[in-house]
T-cell receptor
Framework: QKEVEQNSGPLSVPEGAIASLNCTYS??????FFWYRQYSGKSPELIMF????GDKEDGRFTAQLNKASQYVSLLIRDSQPSDSATYLC??????????????FGRGTQLTVWP | GAVVSQHPSWVICKSGTSVKIECRSL??????MFWYRQFPKQSLMLMAT?????????EQGVEKDKFLINHASLTLSTLTVTSAHPEDSSFYIC?????????FGPGTRLTVL
């Protein structure tokens, strides 16, 4: 069973703060990790991906991966009200899964209040 | 990122009718596409994996005779909801597999009266 767990939230932070979103996964052979943002009533939008241990930064977003701990996180610096959405963690497993299939967490709802 | 379109964006139909949803990858070829369903305030649920030129792979509990999938070309997959009922009302989202990522279409909101 390939499970992806996220703290469901809701997570509420003030504007300008750092929002920290966490995700753990069960398949130790997992290769690739993705963060999607989903606004209410819309489809998911890819915002970050990370393949190697460590940090990856893209603008206000930083993805962190620790394969030994089977943990991936997303930090959003200088949070804005427009960041308010549900953030989905997705994991591409190692062997034994449908080609290209991703396993999604249930998502963390983030609210940034002004 | 790559562009994936879906058509229609929303549809209302009567119970018992069939509805076809198209998913297109506009600027890349996708040998694999995925169909998801999402009920309000719930997580994405993978329904099936669509492979160009072969039969779709359905997830456990998804009726393949009710949700017909055709992946006729490298840029087009279709999902047909046959004999739709009110409980089929949901947000249907397709995605196309790129090099490593999945890119989602904008979704189709289906309402069955």
């Amino acid at each position: 069973q390939k499970e992806v767990e996220q703290n469901s939230g809701p997570l509420s932070v003030p504007e300008g703060a750092i929002a920290s979103l966490n995700c753990t996964y069960s398949d130790r052979g997992s290769q690739s990790f993705f963060w999607y943002r989903q606004y209410s009533g819309k489809s998911p939008e890819l915002i970050m991906f990370i393949y190697s241990n460590g940090d990856k930064e893209d603008g206000r977003f930083t993805a962190q991966l620790n394969k030994a701990s089977q943990y991936v996180s997303l930090l959003i610096r200088d949070s804005q009200p427009s960041d308010s959405a549900t953030y989905l963690c997705a994991v591409k497993p190692g062997r034994g899964s449908t080609l290209g299939r991703l396993y999604f967490g249930r998502g963390t709802q983030l609210t940034v209040w002004p | 990122g790559a562009v994936v379109s879906q058509h229609p964006s929303w549809v209302i139909c009567k119970s018992g009718t069939s509805v076809k949803i198209e998913c297109r990858s506009l600027d890349f070829q996708a040998t694999t596409m995925f169909w998801y369903r999402q009920f309000p305030k719930q997580s994405l649920m993978l329904m099936a994996t669509s492979n160009e030129g072969s039969k779709a792979t359905y997830e456990q509990g998804v009726e393949k005779d009710k949700f017909l999938i055709n992946h006729a070309s490298l840029t087009l997959s279709t999902l047909t909801v046959t004999s739709a009922h009110p409980e089929d009302s949901s947000f249907y989202i397709c995605s196309a597999r790129g090099r490593n990522e999945q890119f989602f279409g904008p979704g189709t909101r289906l309402t069955v009266l």
